[in-house]
């Protein structure tokens, strides 16, 4: 039997938890109920074997739950939530393959449960190349309209999640995407904008920065470092702040808030993931950071960028 034959047949006996009148696996099309007045919000991301990831070094669970969990972290940039997700896989020839198709569903959705996203769909093929695993999620505003990276006014805080930095050492792997944060954070503040940083913040910061038109002034001394950062600092030499500032893949949210709302928000958070303070948008187009010493110097992008 043909792998995609096979991985069809496993399919149809794995449940996923769907509304009632909506339909996911098994017919020509996914089918969803949807509110009128709701926006549909849609991401897409593909990871490859040795570009993203090395098939050797992961198991196929962490694999599609990686490719799923990328996408997550883009719906929660938007601060809205998950409706469901297309997994598409590319699979290398040969006997391990229906296994790899097995692990990456269900790595994929497992996190999906947990998310409220269940896999509506997706399709399957084989090639004598290497592994590419595409995932579509399509999600929904529940409240207002989607967080933009374009709103950030001067004088605005800027605000993360979470740790930042280290993340190759283990948590680009098995990051939590910020959606309950997202949501949260949008129920206790006016968010101006908002972003996942995928490359880096001096790489993301400054796309976000563009989209609003406005400049910004970062301080390292602020930057909440993960215990990665600074054990990448040892072996690196460089301090753990430039390690937060410019590693990619936390898959944390950078946002932006009112100046007048900065404390409230701080004060208001209860939630266990961390929000920290970490500089102020300004007026014109130059981005800055206050080093160590408060020396105010051009943030050069240095982060990593698949581009
Ligand atoms: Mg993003």
Not at 14 to 29: E, K, R, V, W
Not at 162 to 177: E, R, V
Not at 268 to 284: D, F, H, L, N
């Amino acid at each position: 039997m043909l792998v995609e034959q096979a991985f069809l047949k496993y399919l149809a006996t794995q449940q996923q938890t769907l509304s009632p009148d909506s339909i996911g696996i098994g017919d020509d099309a996914a089918v969803l109920s949807w509110q009128a007045d709701q926006k549909l919000v849609v991401c897409t991301d593909l990871i490859s074997d040795e570009t993203d990831f090395h098939l050797a070094d992961v198991t196929p669970q962490q694999i599609g739950r990686k490719a799923l969990a990328i996408n997550l972290s883009d719906i929660a940039a938007m601060a809205c939530e998950p409706v469901g997700a297309l997994v598409t896989l590319l699979l290398p020839q040969g006997e391990t393959s229906l296994d790899l198709a097995k692990g990456i569903y269900e790595g994929a959705a497992q996190l999906g449960q947990t998310y409220g996203c269940p896999i509506l769909g997706g399709d399957t093929n084989s090639w004598p190349g290497k592994l590419a695993v595409s995932v579509t999620v399509l999600g929904r505003c529940p409240v207002g309209t989607p967080l933009l990276r374009s709103g950030a006014q001067p004088g605005d805080a800027i605000f993360v999640t979470g740790t930042l930095g280290g993340s190759i050492l283990g948590d680009h792997i098995s990051f939590h995407p910020r959606i309950r944060e997202a949501i949260r954070l949008r129920e206790i503040c006016g968010l101006t904008a908002g972003m996942d940083i995928s490359d880096g913040i001096s790489i993301d910061l400054p796309r976000l920065c563009e989209r609003s038109g406005v400049g910004a002034e970062i301080d390292v001394r602020l930057l909440p470092i993960s215990d990665a950062a600074r054990q990448m600092s040892q072996t690196t030499g460089k301090p753990p702040w430039w390690h937060a500032l410019n590693d990619g893949e936390d898959f944390e949210l950078l946002f932006t808030v009112p100046a007048a709302e900065a404390d409230s928000l701080q004060a208001q958070w209860t939630e266990a993931t961390r929000v920290t303070k970490i500089g102020t948008m300004q007026p014109g187009t130059k981005l800055y950071l206050l080093d160590e010493s408060g020396q105010r110097l051009p943030l050069k992008p240095e982060g990593f960028s698949h581009k």
